[in-house]
């Protein structure tokens, strides 16, 4: 954080976080106010560096946050100096945010006068170790092993001229082309109840013997089957078919869960620590909520 203005800011966004993750808050649409100025009973303006509220059950609640990015601890005069800000402010709760700490005088001031005492800031290494020193997970990797799909070269299938000539006025003596797409010719195994076509055929098709990529052949011979393509249906006593599998290869992948750790409310008084995630996931001691 380079200035005041910046921890303001940051203090901001996470309490708005948390503000979305409460079930009562979430549906109210809560804005977090900067220097937000307000007239206290004695008609004084005082100005907070943080300010929200909102109403449940016909009562408004109002809190500020005095945020201070110090370089050292914040000592009791602070606390002095907003117990006297929020005097004339009977329905005010006060919360004090710093990154480095409290002096104990502090912390015993601000337990006297009902103040609540946060350490905000961003993650250290403290934060990926579980309360009973068990270390979390910070870092995933996972290698893929990516496997192209088949690629059919060459697909020959063995008509039966017997049936062709009884069934069809098709010229047997004269050589059969086709010529089309794999989705558009299609297999169907009448005996298997089966119906495919090529293109669904190659997800079924792998490496055979102790090969993984290259050229293959496949034969396959039917009971009962036909060839079906461009309005054709034929009968099909078995097929022939050459196809390709490219090389596989591996693909590195490393997730970083620091990066997607925005930042850490520590409450002193209680004893608990909340982070907020990017993805809006609130992480507390006793488990998680979104």
Known sequence: MKDGRAYEEFVGRLH???????????????????????????GVAREFDLYWEYELAGVTYKTVIECKDYKSTVSVEKID?????????????????????????????????????LIVREQNESDWTS?????????????????????IKNFAPTIDGDWVKQNTNIDVSKALNMTGRTDEIVIEDAARSQKYSLHEMTSRLGPKGDLDHGEFEDLAEFEEAYLLYN???????????????????????????????VGVIEYLQRGAKTSIFKNGVIKTDDGEKR
């Open 131 to 151: 309360l009973d020193g068990t270390p979390l997970i910070r870092t995933v990797r996972i290698n893929m092993h990516i496997q192209a799909a088949a690629r």
């Open 231 to 261: 309005g054709l249906r034929l009968k099909m006593r078995a097929f022939r078919l050459v196809y390709e599998i490219g090389k596989p290869h591996d693909q590195p992948i490393e997730i970083d869960l620091s990066k997607e750790l």
């Open 81 to 117: 100096a907003l117990i006297g800000k929020i005097r004339d402010f009977p329905d005010l709760r006060a919360l004090f945010a710093t990154k480095r700490g409290y002096q104990s005088g502090a912390i015993q001031k601000a337990r006297q006068n009902r103040i609540d005492l």
């Open 16 to 42: 708005e976080a948390l503000l979305r993750a409460e079930d009562i808050t979430a549906q109210k649409n809560i804005q977090v106010e900067r220097n937000k100025k307000l007239i206290d009973n004695c």
